[in-house]
């Protein structure tokens, strides 16, 4: 792998990355705010996940097949984006490619242009193209609509966890916040907190301009994204605005609808679920053809549908014999979750991609070598992620992989390099500090 393949690195901002990392993590695991939170998710998520592995023990049989599935699209990525695009294209969607972040921007620009309003489903993958401030600086406001990311929203502060981004925040911290949005003091009871995210973004879907999403899955025969979500407000995001846009990472390419309703069952119940409130499926913009089997577009959902494929870096990362492994990720969030280092620290180990399989993508998606380089030492490679990842991925290997490419790259950070300088020498790793 190049290390400069998302820009100049050199051992200075390695360094200094590394510091600030570090400053940032011992602040995190002296927050008893993040504790609480991070053990109240822990164990809620896990006994919910056990119950829906239980309730459903073929979901095992259904992984093992996803994964043979998963793996053939990975080595196949671009005719798959090919056959999706012709389906979408033939569904009257519109479809764009985007190499990179940038690319991807520009795009998004020339479609939505600015001044408009735009209600905001959960997407990591928007994480990647800094979505938020990107419409922001051309002069679009975005309302997020999933209740974490609207929490977070409001803090201005970035997302801790792939499925549940406001999981280090108590409820104490949310009723702080909508109390200085209400303008009253609100109590700290979830479904009163709830309620009022429900009363406040009511009518923003129907007064937005355009609705953005991602999907989880989206396949290569009809052109079909996947929206799976318990809120509701996935289905209000994508259907009430005239116009709809997806961004898509490439890794959620699947061959066919059947595909992806295995995707879904095993997603879902990995992700804890015996079942989500809502699926959505959307191939193309809304249509009828009541008046005389003509057809037009924009009945009553979306008049217009864009869909942008975006690679940035997953192409490359699908060439490679052991980095390939990290596009199998269903983002059902169950690794951090059983992981030894996430819980005390969340998603502050990770930059758009958090715990330990948030490290290669880091590194080789949506951050690049200097981003990655400190996360790579958090890991206590235990390879526990490995054990409950429904896609059977070696986070550890992965990372003991990147490790051995920053020391390449000489990007190493300079404490861990003297670490391991201290081992070899004196037999300690602890090094006399500069
Ligand atoms: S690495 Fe595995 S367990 Fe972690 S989010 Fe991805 S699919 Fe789920």
Redesign the pocket.
């Known amino acids: 792998m190049s290390g400069n393949a998302k820009g100049a690195e050199t051992t200075e901002d390695i360094n200094k990355a590394f510091n600030a990392y570090k400053r940032k993590i011992y602040r995190a695991l002296k927050d008893d705010f993040l504790k609480t939170a991070l053990e109240r998710a822990v164990s809620s998520f896990r006994k919910n996940r056990d119950a829906a592995l239980a309730a459903f023990p073929e979901v095992e049989g259904k992984r093992e097949r996803l994964l043979e599935i998963k793996d053939e699209v990975i080595c196949n990525l671009a005719d798959y984006v090919a056959r999706a695009r012709e389906a979408l294209e033939r569904n009257h969607a519109k479809t764009y490619y985007a190499s990179d972040a940038s690319a991807a921007n520009e795009i998004l620009a020339d479609i939505i242009g600015t001044g408009k309003t735009i209600v905001k489903a959960k997407s990591i993958t928007s994480e990647e193209l800094e979505f938020n401030s990107m419409m922001e600086e051309t002069g679009n406001l975005v309302w997020e609509t999933d209740l974490g990311e609207f929490i977070i929203q409001l803090l201005g502060e970035k997302p801790m966890h792939?499925l549940a981004p406001a999981v280090h925040v108590p409820r104490e911290r949310t009723a702080k916040v909508f109390s200085e949005v209400a303008g009253r003091e609100m109590p700290t009871d979830p479904e009163k907190l709830t309620m009022f995210a429900r009363e406040f973004l009511r009518d923003k879907y129907f007064s937005a301009d355009v609705g953005f999403s991602g999907a989880n899955f989206i396949t290569a025969d009809t052109g079909t994204m996947f929206l799976i979500e318990n809120e509701g407000n996935i289905r209000f995001a994508t259907n009430a605005p005239e116009v709809h846009v997806a961004v898509i990472g490439l890794e959620k390419l699947m061959p066919s609808l059947s595909d992806a309703m295995l995707g879904l069952e095993v997603l879902m119940r990995?992700a804890g679920y015996l079942v989500t409130s809502y699926v959505s499926m959307i191939s193309g913009p809304a249509k009828t053809g009541d008046i005389e089997k003509i057809t037009v577009y924009g009945a009553h959902g979306p008049r217009e549908l864009h869909v942008i494929f975006l690679d940035n870096g997953r192409l490359k990362a699908a060439r490679d014999p052991d980095y390939r492994e990290m596009l199998?990720?269903?983002?059902?969030?169950?690794?951090?979750y059983e992981c030894a280092i996430y819980p005390l620290v969340s998603g502050h180990w990770g930059y758009h991609y958090m715990?330990g399989?948030g490290v290669p993508w880091t590194a080789l998606i949506s951050g690049g070598l200097t981003k990655a380089a400190p996360l790579a030492y958090s890991c206590a490679l235990c390879g526990r992620?490995k054990e409950?990842?429904?896609?059977g991925?070696d986070?550890a290997k992965l990372i003991e992989r990147l490790r051995r490419d920053l020391k390449r790259e000489g990007l190493v950070p300079g404490f861990i390099r003297k670490m391991a300088e201290a081992v070899i020498n004196t037999g300690t790793p602890y090094p006399k500090e500069d």
């Open positions: 792939i990995y199998r990720c269903l983002r059902c969030g169950a690794c951090m715990g399989i992620c409950i990842c429904p896609a991925i986070s």
